[in-house]
């Protein structure tokens, strides 16, 4: 089955401990990015990948870091979470080029107190 | 960068009856424009998409109309039932950046139809 896998779905962290969220696709697709979810301001990009070894910024990058070493998966990296953080992250991936179809994960939900 | 812009908010209406959502965009190149539904506990999932090259799209009791001089597209269901209740993203690609594939999303409809 295609899909977009995320872990963990749910997450309770401490200020400035370092944490991975996992993301990992079985389409072989070219194109994967980021997003949070927060209410009233709906998805907005993290971080974006064009292919491997190949990443940029998007509208919110701040605290956040990723690496794309292998196609298929895309880590997101807080290396010192704040409560500002907290929020609902979702990872996707498309094939490559405009006008193509993104599939999403099924969410991580992050709580930083 | 693009910014979309998306309307309502919140809205219910009564089952059977229709649903229209509308957006806003501001960047010119921006040549795609999808439409995703989230239900509750699950990540967006796409329900219908055009082109810019089209002016509209019908799929069963969903449809989207384009009009790019307005630079505003819509989203149309009709005979809506409760299983339609969700929230709904519209999205327009950022055309603007060469070789790149970057969604702008709106902020979201809260969708509920009441039985």
């Known amino acids: 089955e295609a899909q977009v896998t995320q872990n963990p779905r749910y997450l309770i962290t401490v200020t400035g401990k370092k944490l991975t969220v996992t993301c990992s696709q079985n389409?072989?697709?070219?194109?994967m990015s980021w997003y949070r979810q927060d209410p009233g301001l709906g998805l907005r990009q993290i971080y974006y990948s064009m292919n491997v070894e190949v990443t940029d910024k998007g509208d919110v990058p701040e605290g956040y870091k990723v690496s794309r070493k292998e196609k298929r998966n895309f880590p997101l990296i807080l290396e010192s979470p704040s409560p500002n953080q907290t929020s609902l992250y979702f990872c996707?991936?498309?094939?490559?080029?405009?006008?193509?179809?993104?599939?999403f994960g099924q969410g991580t939900r992050l709580t930083v107190v | 960068g693009e910014n979309v812009e998306q309307h309502p908010s919140t809205l219910s209406v009564q089952e059977g009856d229709s649903a229209v959502i509308k957006c806003t965009y501001s960047d010119s190149a921006s040549n795609y424009f999808p439409w995703y539904k989230q239900e509750l506990g699950k990540g967006p999932q796409l329900i219908i998409d055009?082109?810019?090259?089209?002016g509209e799209k019908k799929d069963q009791r969903i449809a989207v109309t384009l009009n790019k001089t307005a630079k505003h597209f819509s989203l149309h269901i009709t005979e809506t039932q409760p299983e339609d209740s969700a929230v709904y993203f519209c999205a327009a690609n950022v055309g603007s950046k060469a070789g790149s594939y970057q969604l702008t999303f709106g902020k979201g409809t809260k969708l509920s139809v009441i039985p």
């Open positions: 996707a991936s498309s094939l490559q080029g405009k006008g193509t179809e993104a599939f």
């Open positions: 389409m072989n697709h070219e194109y």
């Open positions: 055009i082109r810019s090259n089209v």
